[in-house]
């Protein structure tokens, strides 16, 4: 009968030391409306946003008790922002999320608006906008530190994008002007309909691109890759440094290609100028006019089929 009432008393204890404080794993969640409006998101620190079209400006977010004192959301000029301050966190709090079987913090927002003009994420956090379509006149995308975004569409007459240190995302953009630049290992898969598109990759950045442009313009350099398919009217490269450009399915009228220790798959069907050197490698297919602006020490074959 002791070991009864023992093992009963502590079995209250420990429900009333799981749900008390700081220990607990309830969650509270809060509602902001933004009267002013906002049109650009800036995130920092392992938040899992959504973003709704709604013709009104609002977020729901939901934080871990625990942490709700340290978490702030807030609307600063046109600027909705999302703020972590793990500094000041006390140490009991700290490590409820330290070690291997410690639970993950939970910061999950939705944000609701018409439009918005920029993005900026970092340390560790996302962003889905499935089913929603953002479109402006200009829109501009900044990720870095582990940050992803997913499934973002925008419709713009420019749109850009600086991605850095392990970033990814996956992108369908319609837009006149569309700027890509990556690096430190950023990943990005994008989908398009435009007149230019720039691609700026390094440090082992990957970029994959589908869709049709009038003119493309990349430049690759310390092992970055570069995956196009569609179609163009002009295809200017610069390569170098180990990297890779692959345009097997990108088929374009004309071609200028510059490259030094690197290699490229080019598809022009009218026009091709190589400027090459230091171990490059081009294959081409089709049957384009060649002009040799210079080659040393480099290599000119025709694409097998295979890689």
């Known amino acids: 009968m002791v070991k009864k009432i023992m093992s009963s008393l502590l079995a209250v204890l420990c429900t009333g030391v799981l749900?008390?404080?700081?220990?607990?794993?309830?969650?509270?969640?809060?509602?902001?409306?933004?009267?002013?409006?906002?049109?650009?998101?800036?995130?920092?620190?392992?938040?899992?946003?959504?973003?709704?079209?709604?013709?009104?400006?609002?977020?729901?977010?939901?934080?871990?008790?625990?942490?709700?004192d340290y978490v702030e959301v807030y609307v600063r000029g046109s600027s909705l922002n999302f703020a972590y301050n793990s500094k000041n966190l006390p140490k009991e709090i700290k490590n409820l999320y330290k070690g291997k079987n410690a639970r993950k913090a939970v910061f999950r927002a939705i944000i609701y608006g018409p439009s918005l003009s920029s993005i900026t994420l970092t340390d560790n956090t996302s962003l889905d906008a499935s089913g929603a379509t953002i479109t402006t006149e200009s829109f501009g995308l900044d990720l870095s530190a582990n940050a992803k975004v997913n499934n973002l569409?925008?419709?713009?007459?420019r749109a850009t994008v600086t991605m850095s240190k392990n970033s990814t995302a996956v992108l369908d953009f319609g837009a006149d002007e569309i700027s890509l630049n990556l690096k430190e290992k950023a990943v990005v898969n994008l989908k398009h309909d435009s007149d230019r598109m720039d691609i700026i990759a390094d440090g082992n950045s990957s970029v994959k691109a589908q869709g049709d442009t009038k003119d493309a313009v990349v430049t690759l350099t310390k092992n970055a890759k570069a995956t196009i398919l569609g179609n163009a009217e002009t295809l200017t490269t610069n390569t170098s440094n180990n990297s890779e450009f692959d345009g097997v399915a990108f088929r374009v009228n004309s071609a200028s290609v510059v490259a030094n220790n690197s290699d490229v798959y080019v598809?022009?069907?009218?026009?091709?100028?190589?400027?090459i050197k230091s171990g490059a490698k081009i294959y081409f297919m089709e049957n384009p006019s060649v002009k040799i602006v210079g080659v040393t020490s480099s290599t000119i074959l025709p694409f097998s089929g295979v890689k």
């Open 153 to 157: 569409s925008v419709s713009a007459q």
């Open 19 to 68: 749900s008390c404080g700081i220990v607990s794993a309830q969650t509270t969640q809060k509602h902001l409306n933004s009267a002013s409006g906002f049109d650009s998101v800036v995130a920092s620190g392992d938040f899992d946003l959504t973003f709704r079209y709604n013709e009104k400006c609002s977020v729901d977010w939901t934080v871990d008790e625990a942490l709700a």
């Open 267 to 275: 598809n022009a069907a009218d026009s091709l100028a190589l400027d």
